[in-house]
Antibody
Framework: QVQLQESGPGLVKPSETLSLTCTVS????????WTWIRQPPGKGLEWIGY???????NYNPSLKSRVSISVDTSKNQFSLNLSSVTAADTAVYYC??????????WGKGTTVTVSS | SYELTQPPSVSVSPGQTASIPCSGDKLRETYASWYQQRPGQSPVLVIY???ERPSGIPERFSGSISGNTATLTISGTQAMDEADFYC?????????FGGGTKLTVL
């Protein structure tokens, strides 16, 4: 059974880069698409972007200038970098698997707070 | 930009049927998926490809599509079904979520 686990700093300073990693266990990352989604406090879900195991990516147009997603197949991990963060980037960040147009496995989420 | 529209809230009595609509023009040409999110938990896929139910999801959850509106229906609603529900679809190669609907069972 595939499981996903997000990891990374829980506190990031304004203007710095938020970096998170999602570790895939119980299955290979070398298939399907893999995605990042976030949820600001008390708000809805916002898609950030996705990556294929080959490295092909696509990002939310509203975040595209600040987002980078990469994959490390040797570690069965994929990562998120979000640059120039502000308080508006404070959220719970989820990673998930996309087998075919839907997200069938989600991580537990990690809370990231942007504050000095 | 493309949007999916959901009502902010829906209320239902225990044992009754709850219907949550999600509207958007792209639903005429792309599949809708639905996620349940209980407080403090990760979202869980309950319906994919408009009408398909993943293994482990109770049969009382069903999905339908008519024109540009996808609907999640919960039959015989239970107290444990109280949660936020989100629809999701695609616009070209980007993922779109609806704003979410809070289902209250009272």
């Amino acid at each position: 059974q595939v499981q996903l686990q997000e990891s990374g700093p829980g506190l990031v300073k304004p203007s710095e880069t938020l970096s998170l990693t999602c570790t895939v266990s119980g299955g290979s990352i070398s298939t399907y698409f893999w995605t990042w989604i976030r949820q600001p406090p008390g708000k809805g879900l916002e898609w950030i972007g996705y990556i294929f195991h080959s490295g092909n990516t696509n990002y939310n147009p509203s975040l595209k200038s600040r987002v980078s997603i990469s994959v490390d197949t040797s570690k069965n991990q994929f990562s998120l970098n979000l640059s120039s963060v502000t308080a508006a980037d404070t959220a719970v960040y989820y990673c998930a698997r996309i087998p075919s147009g839907y997200m069938d496995v989600w991580g537990k989420g990690t809370t990231v707070t942007v504050s000095s | 930009s493309y949007e999916l529209t959901q009502p902010p809230s829906v209320s239902v009595s225990p044992g009754q049927t709850a219907s949550i609509p999600c509207s958007g023009d792209k639903l005429r040409e792309t599949y809708a998926s639905w996620y349940q999110q209980r407080p403090g938990q990760s979202p869980v896929l309950v319906i994919y490809e408009n009408t398909e139910r993943p293994s482990g999801i109770p049969e009382r959850f069903s999905g339908s599509i008519s024109g540009n509106t996808a609907t999640l229906t919960i039959s015989g609603t239970q107290a444990m079904d109280e949660a936020d529900f989100y629809c999701q679809a695609w616009d070209s190669s980007t993922v779109i979520f609806g704003g979410g609907t809070k289902l209250t069972v009272l």
